[in-house]
C-alpha cells in the first residue's frame, strides 16, 4: 500500500499467467502456447510491415483486420471490435456490459480466473455457479433466475476443464436471459468447438470473445476481437476510444489478417494439434490418468495415486512445466498443453518414470 495509490489499488488481485522462465531444454506446456509458428504469410506481412511507415500511428479502427473477421465469419464489420489481445476486448466488456449496480455476474465456480479479477478492478460482485459433478455447465442452473444478473459469462471450451458445451446449451442460456449480455469466451473454439457467432442472428444478447494467441500462434502479438450485435459493440467501441484508440499496431494488424487469409496453413496446423492431443489423451490414460474431455489444446488430468502439486513440482524439476490450480475441486490436476508429438513424448515417457518411481 501506497499513500500515493488510488484506494481501490489496495483492494486488487492481479491475475497470475503461467510463468515464463529461461531455462535450457525447457519444455513450456504451462499457458497454451501453439507448438508450431505462426502463419509464414503472417510473418512476411511483419517483415514488409517494418519499414517507414511505422513512422505512422496505425489504423484506429483495424478496419483490415474487421473486414476479414467479418469476411471469414458473414457478419459485418461493425459487429467486431479489435483488442489487445482478447484480455483486453475482455476488460472493456466487463466494463461496458457487466457494471450494474450490485447485480452480480454470473459465472462458472471453475473456470478462466481472469474474469474475478476483472470484477474486482471494476467492482463487479460475482455468483458462481458450481459445475457438475463430471465439470460440465449446467445450462439449467443458468435459466429461471430469482433476480436479473449483471450478464453471464463463461469460456467454451471451458478453461481449465476444456469441455465444450453445445450449441444448442447456449442458445437455451441466451434465450433464457434475453436482458443481460451472455458472454461466450471462445479462445480454443478452433480445437473442436462450435462458434456461438452463428447464434447471433437469433440471440442478439451473445457476445463471442476471439483471440490469435491460442489456435493462430500469435500469442506474442496481442490480438483478439469480440463479435456480437452493431448495438452491443457501439458499446464496447466507446468504451475502448475510451481508452485507447491504437490498441493494435501495424504490425499486429498485418499479421492478423495475413493470418486470417492463409485458410490452409491455420486448418493443417490445428489438426495437427487435435491428432497430437488425442494421442497424448491416450498416453495418459495408459499410464493411469483419469482426463477429461478434451476439445481445447490442452488437456486437463489428474492420477489416483500421485498429488497434482507434487506431480507439477516433479515436472519442473525435469524442465517440463505445465500449470497447477491450487484451487477448490481442481488441486489435484495438471493443464498440460498439447505440444508437439515430440513433447507429448518426452512429457508421458517422464510422467510414466515419476508414477513407477513413487509407487
Ligand atoms: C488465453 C486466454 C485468453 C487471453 O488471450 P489473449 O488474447 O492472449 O489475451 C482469454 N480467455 C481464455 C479462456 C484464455 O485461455
Known amino acids: 500500500m501506497s499513500r500515493y495509490w488510488s484506494e481501490h489499488v489496495a483492494q486488487l488481485t492481479p491475475y497470475t499467467p503461467g510463468e515464463q522462465p529461461r531455462i535450457d531444454r525447457l519444455l513450456k506446456l504451462n499457458t497454451n502456447e501453439h507448438p508450431y509458428g505462426p502463419s509464414p504469410r503472417a510473418l512476411e506481412a511483419i517483415r514488409q ?5 511505422l513512422r505512422l500511428y496505425p489504423d484506429n479502427e483495424s478496419t483490415a483486420l474487421r473486414q476479414a473477421v467479418a469476411d471469414h ?28 449496480g450490485g447485480r452480480p455476474l ?22 458462481l455457479v458450481p459445475l457438475a459433478g463430471d465439470f ?23 478453461a481449465p476443464t476444456g469441455i465444450a ?11 433464457g436471459n434475453p436482458d443481460v449480455a451472455v458472454v461466450v469466451d471462445e479462445a480454443y473454439v478452433d480445437f473442436g468447438a462450435d462458434t456461438a457467432i452463428s447464434l447471433l442472428e437469433r440471440c442478439p444478447n451473445i457476445v ?15 490480438v483478439g476481437y469480440s463479435v456480437a450485435s452493431i448495438e452491443i459493440t457501439e458499446g464496447l467501441l466507446r468504451v475502448k476510444d475510451s481508452f485507447n484508440s491504437y490498441p493494435l499496431d501495424r504490425l499486429a494488424i498485418a499479421a492478423a ?24 489423451i491416450q498416453q495418459l490414460e495408459t499410464i493411469g490418468f483419469e482426463v477429461l474431455p478434451s476439445r481445447a489444446n490442452f488437456v486437463f488430468a489428474r492420477h489416483p495415486a500421485h498429488d497434482g502439486g507434487e506431480l507439477a513440482r516433479a515436472l519442473r524439476a525435469q524442465g517440463i512445466l505445465v500449470r497447477h490450480f491450487a484451487a477448490p475441486r481442481i488441486d489435484q490436476f ?26
Open 49 to 53: 510491415g517494418a519499414g517507414d511507415a
Open 73 to 100: 465469419y458473414g457478419v459485418a464489420p461493425g459487429q467486431v471490435m479489435p483488442g489487445n489481445g482478447s484480455d483486453e476486448v475482455l476488460a472493456h466488456v466487463f466494463n461496458a456490459l457487466f457494471r450494474h
Open 106 to 127: 454470473l459465472m462458472p465456480d471453475i473456470t478462466y480466473s481472469f474474469y474475478k479479477t476483472y470484477c474486482r478492478l471494476f467492482d463487479i460482485p460475482t455468483q
Open 136 to 158: 460440465s455447465i449446467r445450462p439449467d442452473d443458468y435459466l429461471n433466475l430469482p433476480q436479473r444478473p449483471a450478464g453471464i459469462i463463461f469460456a467454451n471450451p471451458n
Open 165 to 175: 458445451l453445445g450449441l444448442d446449451d447456449i442458445e437455451r442460456i441466451a434465450a
Open 208 to 222: 463471442v470473445i476471439h483471440t490469435f494467441s491460442k489456435s493462430r500462434a500469435l500469442a506474442g502479438m496481442r
Open 257 to 280: 489478417v495475413a493470418s486470417m487469409e492463409d485458410r490452409e496453413y491455420f486448418e493443417a496446423m490445428r489438426r495437427k494439434v487435435i491428432d497430437a492431443r488425442e494421442e497424448l
Open 334 to 359: 495438471l493443464r498440460i498443453t498439447v505440444g508437439t508429438p515430440e513433447d507429448c513424448g518426452r512429457l508421458c515417457n517422464t510422467l510414466s518414470e515419476l508414477a513407477l518411481k513413487t509407487d
